[in-house]
């Protein structure tokens, strides 16, 4: 059966990092075609770096391409409280032997689609702000004919993490938001309603952290940092939002998913980017509902592929790099 093609679009980022790894540990599930840094964890400067440093870390060898600088209206935002100074929770990754396309992450996304074979589309999983791919559907109103959905980390059907009823990459750019769900293309939201119980718990943190296993050790170092460093130490457990949309496509069973018709608040207030899910079926025809949000996430199960993946990768790495 042909692989799904994929192209990863986010903002490294801590919880970025890690789904590249469960990404890199499953690349053989997929055709990964290319990754597109955004700004919003922190500047796109930042966040290029280290999706070319975290990609060629983990084995994924695909292109990576720099994108938007900042939403398409406001003034980037960033998280460095979160993810620290240098976006990756103050963990150093080798710099990476390849380099950065010199292509602008939108006209990648737009080449790369042009050239698919006839008949043929791609799958975006979007874990930061969905600038790049609001810039792609403005600039090239095509393009969307070409992309089979759009899996991506945002939103929430109730709460927040920004304010209280906006979350963070909805929250960055919610014009970009809302052009990308006014775009027809089927979407999946995972919000925090699903990516607030994905959790990995602080001795599952430690235990990666004490492992000799290249790429368990580095992610629970990332983790680790955010685990001690934010509001996630009073829970005793942090969440690896961004592996939701991996994990969705690989172990749909163990999310709870509602079609819904998304919208997004965009004007200036108290409740700017806040996501809006219409969950009343009966009151739209079945072709009306081309997306859906996911509601619900079995913790455990998403703990055990997880971290058996991050084992599984380190595996592959032993030998590459000095422990
Ligand atoms: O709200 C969580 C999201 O915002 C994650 O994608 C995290 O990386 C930040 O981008
Ligand atoms: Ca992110």
Partial sequence: MEKRRIIVDCDPGVDDAIALAYAAANQDK?????????????????????????AEYFGLDVPVARGMEGPIVKEPLSAGEIHGENGLGQCEFP?????????????????????????????????????????????????KEKILEIIFMGGAVMGGNVTPSAEFNIYADPEAASIVFQSGIPLVMCGLDATLKCTLKRNQVMKLCQSGNPAAKICGDMAGFVLE????????????????????????????????????????????????????????????????VLLDADQEKFQEYLITALYELGETMKGKYKE
């Fill in 30 to 54: 997929f055709q990964i075609l290319g990754i597109t840094a955004v700004s919003g964890n922190q500047s796109i400067e930042k966040v290029t770096r280290n999706a070319l440093n975290v």
């Fill in 95 to 143: 710099e990476a032997a390849g380099a950065v396309l010199e292509e602008h992450a939108v006209l990648f996304l737009y080449r790369t689609l042009k050239e698919l074979p006839k008949g043929k589309k791609v799958t975006m999983i979007a874990t930061g702000p969905l600038t790049n791919i609001a810039m792609l559907l403005k600039l090239f109103p095509k393009a």
């Fill in 229 to 292: 460093n934010t509001s996630a130490k009073y829970r005793g457990e942090v969440s690896i939002h961004d592996v939701v949309p991996w994990m969705y496509l690989l172990h749909p069973e163990i999310f709870t998913a509602k079609r819904t018709i998304l919208s997004v608040e965009c004007a200036d207030g108290p409740a700017r980017g806040t996501t809006i899910c219409d969950l009343r079926w009966w009151d739209h025809d079945e072709e009306g509902l081309t997306s859906a």
